[in-house]
T-cell receptor
Framework: GESVGLHLPTLSVQEGDNSIINCAYS??????FIWYKQESGKGPQFIID?????DKRQGQRVTVLLNKTVKHLSLQIAATQPGDSAVYFC???????????FGKGTMLLVSP | DGGITQSPKYLFRKEGQNVTLSCEQN?????MYWYRQDPGQGLRLIYY???????QKGDIAEGYSVSREKKESFPLTVTSAQKNPTAFYLC??????????????FGEGSRLTVL
């Protein structure tokens, strides 16, 4: 596969476990955060987003938690499946700007 | 179906040659972006354009050039001045009118290898 995951932090879980992927963001002025999933050789895909006026947002099998005090974002995946194996990126948008800043990513490996 | 199309998917280049990567979108999005991705790193912004005939440098614009003559198209030229061009290049678009709605939509990427 593509080498996008080389040297990335890696989380290995068993199928059916819950996964938690963490992200520390840099800018206290960021007002919008997004989690993306990137499979090998493909472009990133939107998973879930959250605005800075929220602490938690839930989607289908995924939950994003935002702790602005310590500038920390997490993605929780319930009942992880082998198809969830990918690199996960968090991204932040600085209020007043139109561009996103991406974290380095975490590789999630799910074994059957 | 609406989406973003990047071409070619794989490209090989000799040192000293310029190459142009194509990005076309039919999402009617105003803004388009080019990112570079290297192993073990996050996406880094090269150039972006919020409107036709206007574009801005991102964090790593040196050695690259772009144009935005049409809303649908945002080609990226990797020039011979780019010292380390081998990378995975991602094009994205967004609708500024709904900038909270999912951020960026990405193409499938173009992998450039300099021989």
């Amino acid at each position: 596969g593509e080498s996008v995951g080389l040297h990335l932090p890696t989380l290995s879980v068993q199928e059916g476990d819950n996964s938690i992927i963490n992200c520390a963001y840099s800018n206290s002025a960021s007002d919008y955060f997004i989690w993306y999933k990137q499979e090998s050789g493909k472009g990133p895909q939107f998973i879930i987003d959250i605005r800075s006026n929220m602490d938690k947002r839930q989607g289908q099998r995924v939950t994003v938690l935002l702790n602005k005090t310590v500038k920390h974002l997490s993605l929780q995946i319930a009942a992880t499946q082998p198809g969830d194996s990918a690199v996960y990126f968090c991204a932040e948008r600085n209020s007043g700007y139109s561009t996103l800043t991406f974290g380095k990513g975490t590789m999630l490996l799910v074994s059957p | 179906d609406g989406g973003i199309t990047q071409s070619p998917k794989y490209l090989f280049r000799k040192e000293g040659q310029n190459v142009t990567l194509s990005c076309e979108q039919n999402l009617n999005h105003d803004a388009m972006y080019w990112y570079r991705q290297d192993p073990g790193q996050g996406l880094r912004l090269i150039y972006y354009s919020q409107i036709v005939n206007d574009f801005q440098k991102g964090d790593i614009a040196e050695g690259y050039s772009v144009s935005r003559e049409k809303k649908e198209s945002f080609p990226l030229t990797v020039t011979s001045a780019q010292k380390n061009p081998t990378a995975f290049y991602l094009c994205a678009s967004s609708s500024e009118a709904s900038s909270y709605l999912g951020g960026l939509f990405f193409g499938e990427g173009s992998r450039l290898t300099v021989l």
